[in-house]
């Protein structure tokens, strides 16, 4: 059976993409036993640093840069050589988690100019993702060619937004890139929904933000939504998963595990 690749997105910094990537990988691989493949599309590598990974040998930046014997074309399943496995505090009993990994110089593939620039990950993709059950593309925030390379090899586009009105306003310029993909370069491109991340309790303004995107985006809204803890950051700056921390990261882990399981049901064949 084809992996699901869901491409997680939004062209706003600082929503918790990371956060959001790493902590599916860490429920569907270890609570729901799945084998999962990370790849870290954002320069910034932030979920390659989370997820154990410090000085890759060889990224998704060269991935993209394709042959320079052959004029810089893209070979099938050339992701393969780039797939690695995260680090050893995110495997389980089984390892099931690898990381194509992510370096500050994937910027320059913004700029790529050759033919058929938008479908390079796709090509490189092809039987690699097969040997997974899901793909996770951390895209970065922006709607330029690393974005719309990710939407073009997905099966499926995930949002995340804050309960904000700039965040919540970006979701706007998100869904037109990928009715442009849908209809241009991938029709196959489903839309899973949209993740509300760094939700505070008894804040008004954000539950009224939360409500204008259930009217504007209806059934699109996924359950349940993230807090904003600091264990999230805890986990980030330690390079560990959320169950290093035991009883600290039960609410987190069960919300995420949750989450996972709506958004393996959404995307089911």
Known sequence: MAARIIAVCNQK???????????????????????????????????????????PEFTLNDVLYGDEEQKHRILPGVAADAVMPAGDAWQGEHPSLDLIASE?????RERDSMMAREGRLRTALRGVADQYDIVLIDCPPSLGLLTVNALTAATHALMISEPRVGSVEGLTEIVTTIAEVQESLNENLDVVGIVVNKKKKNRLDQDRWIMQMRQDYDGFVLEPSLFDREIYAKSQAGYVPLKTFGSSSTVELASLKRLAENIMERTAP
């Open 104 to 108: 500050r110089n994937l910027a320059s």
């Open 13 to 55: 910094g600082g929503v918790g993409k990371t956060t959001l990537v790493t902590g599916l990988a860490e429920v569907l691989s270890r609570d729901l036993l799945l084998k999962v493949l990370v790849i870290d599309a954002d320069p910034q590598r932030n979920t390659t640093s989370t997820l154990g990974i410090v000085d």
